[in-house]
């Protein structure tokens, strides 16, 4: 996939979220968070309620990069 959530999961871990929290509070479902750690498609309104949570803009959680065509 050509959207990296690593900065989003560095983020978390270092806020101390983890995918029982995201469970407890109704962050978000926990299918979207397998999503993440595995890199498949989020939409906007997740990273909306990311953005939230973690006080930050898109740009801070997910970076796109080009694949390779071979």
Known sequence: M???YDKLIKLMKNAGITSYTIKRDKIIGQATYKKIMEGGDIDTRTIAKLCKLLNCQPGDILEYEE???N
Request: proline share 17%.
């Open 2 to 4: 050509p959207i990296k």
């Open 67 to 69: 694949e390779n065509e």
